[in-house]
């Protein structure tokens, strides 16, 4: 077989479809040690056709880089992520062990656990869910993705209305609580603004989280423990 490198090195946007397909076909018969150099290669114009590459090879062929295929969804705007993360929920039963390791591992990286949410998770049946459950019941005690987790554990009849109701309800409540001490603390903040703010970037572009924490990180110097995605 062509060398992979240079296989791969055909799967930019830019490649003639013949000639990129022909590279597809051939790398049907990568070894198992080169799988790893189908995970995002060299720039993002070829991640579309490292993607499908993956997506014809099928699985049990790609187990050994089951968790890679998890890191391509951590932003789902990024090329081959959709195909990626369709790909991943059909597999079904082999990614939960995965997963259940970002939720441990990664609960921090709020974004990637939306995506997985978003991807994954919302879309498994009650005997996939309550191989996570203890993840989500502690996902559904923080700050970040804690409606999400809690959707799920309501949804599947883990935790009943009642109960999500009355840990929402607390949510609301001390979120109001920090929120007027904040104000009193540091008037020259405009928490609700920022607030307005960050929720529609949390609605409408989830992927701009971490520029927007960023490029406002002087105003979520005092409230960033307060305003996490999710939580608002």
């Not at 309501?154 to 929120?179: P, S």
Request: proline share 4%.
């Amino acid at each position: 077989m062509e060398n992979v490198s240079s296989l791969i090195e055909k799967l930019s946007w830019g490649t003639p479809e013949e000639e990129k397909e022909d590279a597809i076909h051939k790398l049907q018969n990568i070894k198992e040690e080169d799988l790893h150099l189908l995970l995002q290669p060299i720039s993002k114009d070829y991640w579309d056709g490292a993607a499908e590459t993956v997506v014809r090879l099928g699985y049990p062929r790609v187990k050994s880089i089951l968790s890679g295929l998890l890191e391509w969804i951590q932003d789902r705007n990024w090329p081959g992520a959709g195909q990626i993360g369709v790909f991943l929920l059909e597999i079904g039963d082999p990614v939960i062990p995965y997963v259940k390791d970002i939720l441990n591992q990664h609960s921090d990286d709020q974004e990637w656990v939306y995506w997985i949410f978003e991807v994954l998770i919302n879309h498994w049946n009650t005997v996939q869910v309550l191989q996570i459950q203890a993840e989500l019941i502690k996902i559904s005690q923080e700050k970040a993705n804690d409606l999400s987790a809690l959707r799920i554990l309501l949804t599947h009849a883990i935790y009943a209305k009642d109960v999500v109701c009355e840990i929402i309800q607390c949510k609301k409540d001390v979120i109001a609580f920090e929120l007027k001490e904040l104000h009193n603390t540091h008037p020259e903040i405009d928490c609700e603004a920022l607030k307005k703010e960050f929720n529609e970037i949390i609605i409408k572009q989830p992927n701009l989280i971490k520029s927007f924490l960023e490029h406002n990180k002087d105003r979520f110097l005092y409230v960033m423990r307060y305003l996490t995605p999710k939580s608002i």
